[in-house]
Nanobody, 115 residues
Framework: QVQLVESGGGLVQAGGSRRLSCAAS????????MGWYRQAPGKQRELVAI???????NYADSVKDRFTISRDFAKNTVYLQMNSLKPEDTADYYC?????????WGKGTLVTVSS
């Protein structure tokens, strides 16, 4: 079994920065990819960023040039550095990982950006 635990959410002013972390624990081997999704109130969950097993990152157009995804392979941890935050970035942010062919989700961490 694998657990994903997010941290780093909270309240931040528009224009500010925040870093989210997601640590994978348990039977963690053969990580295919790790990434972040978000879901704003009344909206569908959407992909924010994903990082592959070789460290290649892909981003949603709405966060390109503002967010950076990175990964610590030794710690099985993925990070999301969020800069120049906007009120529309307010959402629950969920960690997602595909490990040994199975998909896992964290419980989410709330990021609120005030204007």
């Amino acid at each position: 079994q694998v657990q994903l635990v997010e941290s780093g959410g909270g309240l931040v002013q528009a224009g500010g920065s925040r870093r989210l972390s997601c640590a994978a624990s348990g039977r963690v081997f053969s990580i295919n990819y790790m990434g972040w999704y978000r879901q704003a109130p009344g909206k569908q969950r959407e992909l924010v960023a994903i990082i592959t097993s070789i460290g290649s990152g892909n981003y949603a157009d709405s966060v390109k040039d503002r967010f950076t995804i990175s990964r610590d392979f030794a710690k099985n941890t993925v990070y999301l550095q969020m800069n120049s935050l906007k009120p529309e970035d307010t959402a629950d942010y969920y960690c997602n990982a595909r490990i040994a062919g199975m998909e896992y989700w964290g419980k989410g961490t709330l990021v609120t950006v005030s204007s």
